[in-house]
């Protein structure tokens, strides 16, 4: 689930973003699918903030977990503060999930979200090495 301040910075994000894609390309653009794009980019931070903490950031893993940061940077058109903000939030709602779980209830916590994150950020890496060059 998301914070309330998330949302906000989200919300905010989204009405930014006529100012931050050219007019052109907004037109084009489906303000849902950057909105999407912008949690997704919330979740890939706290993702990677998950496998930190489970130890499950390997080669692979950090390697998906850039191209997926970097993607999503690319796809979205945000520009560095905002950015800044959701990698923040991202590595502090992990961080509270972290706490949140207290002394060994973190185990499931990393079963669960930790090894669906890692596994999602081999996915991404595997499938951008599948295709094919230009």
Known sequence: ??????????????????????????????DGAIFRRLLRLHDTYYGYGVAEYCG??????????????????????IDKDTEREIRISGYVDADYQFDNHGLGGFRRWCQLEGERAARDFIDFRNLELAEPDE
Do not use: W
């Open 56 to 77: 499950l950031n390997t080669f692979e893993v950090y390697d998906g977990y850039e191209r997926q940061v970097s993607y999503l940077l690319l796809t979205t058109g």
């Open 1 to 30: 689930m998301v914070a309330m301040p998330l949302r906000k910075l989200l919300h905010a994000a989204a009405l930014a973003i006529g100012g931050i894609v050219p007019a052109a390309e907004m037109a084009a653009a489906d």
